[in-house]
Antibody, heavy 127, light 107 residues
Framework: QMQLVQSGAEVKKAGSSVKVSCRLSGGTFTNSAISWVRQAPGQGLEWMGGVVPMLGIVNYGRKFQGRVTIAADEVATTVHMEVTSLTSEDTAVYYC????????????????????WGQGTLVTVSS | DIHITQSPSSLSASVGDRLTISCRASQAIGNSLAWYQQKPGEVPKLLIYAATTLQSGDPSRFSGSGSGTDFTLTISSLQPEDVATYFCLKYDSAPQTFGQGTKVEFK
């Protein structure tokens, strides 16, 4: 059974950085991409970025470019996400999600997004 | 970037009611739209992908329709366990974008 297992809750000071990890067990990166999604308290879902390890492609949402880094460790089937220059607005539950690659052709990936999710990691930023 | 507008933001209904939730994309996205259900305190769960394909194991009272810019999630007969917030997601290309969410409650 496939699972995404995330690292534990973090409490950080404003201005610092946080790194959250997501380990894929029971599956491989061969047919998987990993997205990061966050949810502030009482708010909706926000896509931050994602990585396609088999292609070495990383994409970021516009508001996160330059402040978020996503990297895959294929040997450990783990994806890490680092957020720098934290503010109180970064207080949220951070999720990783598996996007299944259904087909690949002509530079286009056909996906089934978010079929498995990690348990979430609460990041609290205090001033 | 393509913007997604989801409506309504909330709705109240009774057991057995038929519900529809809409998402509109600012540009055509083919059929690259998914729907998720998130119950309070839980992780989002995939219901529908490729606009119309029901995820394995999900009840058949959930269905999706649409293509291009206009999409709909339909719950044919609302059940007590369907109380949740529903989100759409466009995923044709990066960046992926979620709709604002629709909170479904009982009258």
């Amino acid at each position: 059974q496939m699972q995404l297992v995330q690292s534990g809750a973090e409490v950080k000071k404003a201005g610092s950085s946080v790194k959250v990890s997501c380990r894929l067990s029971g599956g491989t990166f061969t047919n998987s991409a990993i997205s990061w999604v966050r949810q502030a308290p009482g708010q909706g879902l926000e896509w931050m970025g994602g990585v396609v390890p088999m292609l070495g492609i990383v994409n970021y949402g516009r508001k996160f470019q330059g402040r978020v880094t996503i990297a895959a460790d294929e040997v450990a089937t783990t994806v890490h996400m680092e957020v720098t220059s934290l503010t109180s607005e970064d207080t949220a539950v951070y999720y990783c999600a598996r996007d299944m690659v259904l087909r690949r052709g002509s530079g286009v990936l056909t996906m089934k997004p978010g079929d498995y999710w990690g348990q979430g990691t609460l990041v609290t930023v205090s001033s | 970037d393509i913007h997604i507008t989801q409506s309504p933001s909330s709705l109240s209904a009774s057991v057995g009611d038929r519900l529809t939730i809409s998402c509109r994309a600012s540009q055509a996205i083919g059929n690259s739209l998914a729907w998720y259900q998130q119950k309070p305190g839980e992780v989002p769960k995939l219901l529908i992908y490729a606009a119309t394909t029901l995820q394995s194991g999900d009840p058949s009272r959930f269905s999706g329709s649409g293509s291009g810019t206009d999409f709909t999630l339909t719950i044919s007969s609302l059940q007590p366990e369907d109380v949740a917030t529903y989100f759409c997601l466009k995923y044709d290309s990066a960046p992926q974008t979620f709709g604002q969410g629709t909170k479904v409650e009982f009258k």
